[in-house]
């Protein structure tokens, strides 16, 4: 195998993209915990199993990012237990399937903004703006699945 040595000017933009990264993943992974939380409460299984479909989705984001972390030579955060963001307001127990949904969307703002300010950067590796890129489709079209179950459970 041979060894690649990169020049200072890029260990930087890569130490730069990760540190980017590695508040998506900070976000995400609480995002993906929360949502977790939030199923464990739920009774209507078909609530539940959207609520863990859109956790199981997070976490491959956070998989993904991790990746793509490692892949510049850096290392990715590991999560702790302590909530940075408090996404889902999750110190309180949801009263019933429509506030836990609420909740679930209820950080969509947050996220969203999240990856537009990542990607409203400049980053000079194309297939991070890919990714990037397409996460966030996936989260909005989680979220719009989120607010229709919501909305099907007030009708």
């Known amino acids: 195998m041979e060894h690649v ?6 260990i930087r933009k890569n130490k ?18 929360g949502l977790e939380q939030v199923a464990e409460g739920i009774t209507d299984k078909q609530v539940r ?4 479909s859109v956790a199981l989705e997070s976490g491959q984001y ?9 892949s510049l030579g850096a290392k990715p955060h590991h999560c702790t237990v302590h909530k940075k963001f408090n996404l889902l307001g999750t110190d309180q127990i949801p009263e019933d399937e429509e506030d836990a949904l609420a909740r679930c969307y209820s950080s969509e703002n ?5 990856y537009r300010d990542f990607l409203n950067e400049y980053t000079p590796y194309e297939d991070v703006r890919s990714l990037i890129r397409a996460q966030l489709n996936g989260i909005l079209c989680a979220f719009v699945q989120l607010k229709l179950f919501n909305i099907a459970l007030r009708s």
């Open 5 to 10: 040595t990169l020049s200072p000017a890029r």
């Open 16 to 33: 730069y993209v990760a540190r980017k990264l590695n508040h998506l993943l900070d976000i995400m992974h609480e995002l993906k915990g």
């Open 49 to 52: 199993k959207t609520i863990i």
């Open 62 to 70: 956070v998989t993904e990012i991790t990746s793509k972390i490692q």
């Open 110 to 114: 947050f996220i969203i903004k999240a």
